[in-house]
């Protein structure tokens, strides 16, 4: 009896909804990075680009301040990955709405705006935290060292407050810091970019074509050599003990 499967069509259209805020649960984290982000002062960002005019257009800081609070809050620290999930994972690419900074932009925009980054990560937490939420992806909203006094006071003193906030900006410094570190570790490493060739899925087929042709060439070679030399193998035993082929 022939097995029956669910349907399954790579090559269909629509597979994702035609609106970005569609494609994921109404609940998730990246939408609230989104929307916390956006409720917040940018304005130290764009200064950085006064008078740039339009000539070389910059990402706008929004959405790489999204990426990057996402990316770093989800615990993916390296520009190269981030950049690799702009294209392949869902969320990343809601944040980034059809733009995909390499990840040489991204590595700059974070140094080229750390402080100014490590600031708003902060009250990004700290809007979670006051928010309800108990993490933020893998960040926890309350600080470690005080999280248990801080359960049993409810009102905070401002010396408990100031504590709380000191501690949230060391673990968000902490979190840069492991993405610089990360990004000076891949610094030399090859580009992993697929070859311009079978970018194009006509042409990919072509190439997949063509390359499994050549394997199995090869297997036949391989087959036949290996059957060639037993054939002499045996004959060359043959003469050894005498006999004749």
Known sequence: MTTSYLPYDPQQQLLLPHALQDWLPEGHLAYFISDTVDSLDLSAFHARYAGGG???????????VKVLVYGYATGVFSSRKLARKLHEDVAFRVLAAGNYPA????????????????????????????CGLVKLGTVAVDGTKIKANASR?????????KKVELEL???????????????????NEPELDIPAEITRREDRLAVIRAARAR????QLRIVSFTANKNVLQRFQEQLAQGGGP
């Open 153 to 161: 006071h409810k009102a905070m003193s401002y010396d408990r407050m």
């Open 169 to 187: 900006k060391e673990q968000i410094d902490a979190l840069l810091a492991k993405a610089k570190a990360a990004d000076a570790a891949e610094k």
């Open 54 to 64: 339009a000539r070389n257009q910059p990402f706008h800081p929004a959405m790489m």
């Open 103 to 130: 990840h040489r932009t991204l590595c700059d925009f974070r140094a080229f705006h750390l402080k100014e980054l490590s600031d708003l990560f902060v009250q990004v937490v700290k809007l979670a935290k006051e």
């Open 215 to 218: 394997l199995e060439e090869r």
